[in-house]
């Protein structure tokens, strides 16, 4: 049976700051209640996370790529919250000209930057994500991808590490490096993405570790360009090299008015999160000029241990906040000209 009858008790009757809470009125929740997906996706998928997390800031989750749509009186409503945007909708992709991307390195003396990533997420298409797929075709999801990743040449070529058979100092060692994902996020567990945990999960890497791919973390892929320094030009080109030989082999779910479909909405459209280690012990005395100068450059401040983390000796994880509505090439620019703002305001400050 459902658990959806308690889970729509938990929410309207609790306390919650969430765009779930805001959103899922009661006019919604009786439009969507019976609605479900061609892949099974139901409300219940959906809301799971944020009705048992009252303390969510989004609690709302896709059941699968449809459910955009099926859950759309939902699912809108929050998306145009959380992105800021009157409509939902996205260009088409677009990674910039390559050969002049205008992305000369940050910090040329390395003071202050100390490595850059650029991530991307993506889903296959026909599959469900987590809280609606089965262990087999989180396996299914596996293998295809792994075949895809076995394909790719130079500098990129690399090898599959499962989770089912790593040692657990040789994960802890992967997380430690921040190339590893964890499975510590209680938000993303009762939404089903630990589901079935370590099965069909892994880490994909080249030599040098400067391309990864996690595989069936909160999406079913994420592709990941880092390296110690602020050279974003070389990170975001090898990240893009990757992309374009990999959706060669692969197909992935994408709407023409959400771009690329991720679990959860607040990924969805460019998916890329372009970020930076960045010390800045001046401003991190003071907290507020550096929030002011993130919030006028639509930038996100992070700790260093990833999501929800604190900040540790003045080092951040400075990224760009938006990815819905604009381009990849213009989310990239936010982030390389935000960071110039930072670099020169930790120069200037006493
Ligand atoms: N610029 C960077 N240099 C080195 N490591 C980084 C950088 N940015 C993020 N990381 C590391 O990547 C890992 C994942 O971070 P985090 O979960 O915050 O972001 P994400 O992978 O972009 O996904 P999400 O936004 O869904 O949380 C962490 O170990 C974090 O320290
Ligand atoms: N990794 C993410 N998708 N983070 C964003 C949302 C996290 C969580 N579901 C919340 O509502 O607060």
Redesign the pocket.
Known sequence: MSDLPELWKKLSEGESKSLLKKHCTKEVYEKLKDKKSKLGGTLADCIRSGALNLNSGVGVYACDPEGYEVFKELLDPVIMDYHKVDKVEHPPCDFGPQDKLGFDPLDATGEFI????V?V?RSHEGYPFPPVSTDEQRKDMENKTIAALNTLEGELKGKYYSLETMTPEENQQL?DD????KNDDKMLGDAGGYNGWPKARGIFFNDNKTFLCWINE?DHL?F?S?QKGGDVGEVYKRLVSAIKQLEKKLTFAYSKRHGYLTF?PT?LGTTL?A???IKVPKLAKNEEVLNKICADNKLQP?G????H?ESVGGVY?I?NKRRLGLTEYQAMQEMYNGIKEIIQAEKNAK
Do not use: L
């Open positions: 100390v490595s850059t990533r991530r997420g997380i921040h190339f590893m994902f909160e994420r990941i880092m959860c990924n999160r970020s930076v280690h992070r260093i241990h990833g999501e983390t994880d990224s």
